[in-house]
């Protein structure tokens, strides 16, 4: 029984959905119903004076892209995500902007006031404020880990992650609510098996 069990753990192996966890920078996203990526790359033919033929490809850039599909429950699906998200609102109120034009006339006379006034002005346009919508969220890394009953475990990871667009729609006719995402990327490492799985 015991040959039979390693005969089978030691083949190819394969994951279903429930085998897999995603996490968003380290947290864990339950609601994450579906993943997908494309890489695409411009190559264009050169060709020469006397042949139809392209002699050769040359090759341009890279892009990597892909879509998240999410079940909404009773909140927006990256919800955790966008309370620790930092977003740095540029911009003054009217009440603030006259104030600073006078203090860098004023600064103009007084050149350590002028780098004082400076640093203030900087530390106006940037007010923190947390994320209002998931396209304001600062890029992160997707992991994704795949382990199954035989104990065998795989590993890939997209890394700078950037959602550009978003999408629910709700129906009567719907049984659950889901929400789609569409992503760019800077880099992507492709599923490698796990050899040593520590538990």
């Keep these: 029984m015991s040959q039979t069990l390693s005969r089978y753990s030691q083949t190819y192996t394969t994951y279903g959905g429930a085998d897999i966890v995603c996490t968003f920078n380290g947290i864990q996203i339950g609601e994450l119903q579906a993943?997908?990526?494309?890489?695409?790359?411009?190559?264009g033919p050169?060709?020469?004076?006397?042949?139809?033929?392209?002699?050769?490809?040359?090759?341009g850039k890279r892009g990597i892209a892909g879509s998240l599909v999410f079940t909404v429950f009773d909140r927006d699906a990256l919800y955790q995500l966008k309370q620790?998200?930092?977003?740095?609102?540029?911009?003054?109120?009217?009440?603030?902007?006259l104030a600073d034009n006078s203090a860098q006339v004023l600064s103009a006379i007084d050149n350590a006031a002028a780098l004082t006034n400076r640093n203030d002005l900087i530390k106006?346009?940037?007010?923190?404020?947390?994320?209002?919508?998931?396209?304001?969220i600062p890029p992160?890394?997707?992991?994704?880990?795949?382990?199954?009953?035989y104990g065998q475990a795989s590993k890939m990871e997209i890394y700078g992650v950037e959602i550009l667009n978003?999408?629910?729609g709700l129906s009567v006719d719907d049984l659950t609510t889901e929400k789609a995402c569409t992503f760019v990327a800077r880099n992507i490492v492709e599923m490698k098996a796990m050899d040593e799985w520590e538990v």
């Design 35 to 43: 993943i997908t990526y494309s890489v695409t790359r411009e190559k």
């Design 46 to 59: 050169v060709y020469v004076m006397g042949d139809p033929n392209p002699k050769s490809f040359s090759r």
């Design 84 to 97: 620790q998200a930092v977003v740095h609102r540029h911009g003054l109120n009217q009440t603030d902007a």
């Design 124 to 136: 106006g346009w940037q007010t923190k404020r947390k994320a209002n919508f998931i396209d304001e």
């Design 140 to 149: 992160f890394d997707i992991t994704i880990n795949f382990l199954n009953e």
């Design 166 to 168: 978003e999408g629910m």
